[in-house]
C-alpha cells in the first residue's frame, strides 16, 4: 500500500530524527536522510522549504511525541507525584542503557549544538524545555499537596533544577560511556532538593 502525502512527510522527519540523533543537525545531509528514508530528492522539498524547516519539524515532532510520553508518566493518578517522577528518571535510564550511552536527549543535543547558531532553533527549543519544566512543577506541586514534599520547596525552582540538572547527567552520562552521573544526580535531586530519601 503506497505512503500517503502525510505519511511521507512523517517517514523523512523520523529517518531524519534517527539520524540527527546519531551524528547531530550539521553533519546530517539532506541526501543522506532521504537516501535513508527511500524517498526522491524532490519529495524533500515538497514538504520542507530548506533544511532548517525540516530541523523546526524535527523539533516540533519530537517534542509532541515527546510530550505524550512526559504526560503518559507525569499525569498518571495511579501512582504518587515522587513514584511518577521516579518512573520518569526509570525511563531516561533504560533508554540511556538501551542506546549503549550514544544518544542521550534530542532536544538536549540539539541546544547544544544550534542554539548559538539560529534564532530560530534557540527559541523554538526554549519553547520546548519550558513545556517540560511546567509539567515538571506541577508534578512537584502536586506532591506538596499530598505532603510527599516539604512546603518549603519552590516548584518552579526545583522543575528548573530538575531539567538542566538531568540534561547536563545525560551529557555526561554519554561522555563516560555510563549512567552513573545519572544515578548520582536522581539521589541528590530527591534527597537535597525534594528532602526525600
Not at 502525510?6 to 529517518?15: G, Q
Not at 536522510?33 to 519529495?43: C, E, I, R
Not at 514538504?47 to 524535527?58: C, H, P, R
Not at 540539539?110 to 513545556?131: I, M, N, P, Y
Amino acid at each position: 500500500m503506497p505512503m500517503t502525502s502525510n505519511d511521507t512527510r512523517t517517514h523523512i522527519i523520523d529517518t531524519g530524527a534517527e539520524l540527527i540523533g546519531q551524528k547531530g543537525f550539521g553533519s546530517t545531509g539532506i541526501n543522506a536522510v532521504l537516501t535513508a528514508a527511500g524517498v526522491p530528492k524532490g519529495s524533500f522539498y515538497h514538504y520542507f522549504a530548506s533544511k532548517n524547516d525540516f530541523g523546526l519539524a524535527v523539533i516540533d515532532t519530537y517534542a509532541e511525541e515527546y510530550d505524550a510520553r512526559l504526560d503518559g508518566i507525569l499525569k498518571d493518578t495511579s501512582r504518587s507525584c515522587v513514584d511518577r517522577l521516579r518512573a520518569y528518571f526509570d525511563t531516561g535510564l533504560e533508554a540511556m542503557t538501551n542506546c549503549e550511552h550514544t544518544r542521550g536527549c534530542l532536544i538536549g543535543n540539539l541546544g547544544q549544538e544550534l542554539a548559538g547558531q539560529s534564532e530560530a532553533f534557540r527559541k523554538r527549543l526554549d519553547t520546548v524545555f519550558h513545556s517540560w519544566e511546567k509539567r515538571f512543577e506541577q508534578c512537584i506541586e502536586e506532591a506538596q499537596q499530598a505532603g510527599d514534599v516539604d512546603a518549603s520547596v519552590n516548584p518552579a525552582d526545583a522543575a528548573s533544577l530538575l531539567l538542566s540538572g538531568w540534561e547536563g547527567a545525560i551529557l555526561r552520562a554519554k561522555v563516560l560511556k555510563s549512567t552513573e552521573p545519572m544515578e548520582r544526580f536522581i539521589r541528590v535531586f530527591f534527597r537535597q532538593c525534594l528532602g526525600i530519601s
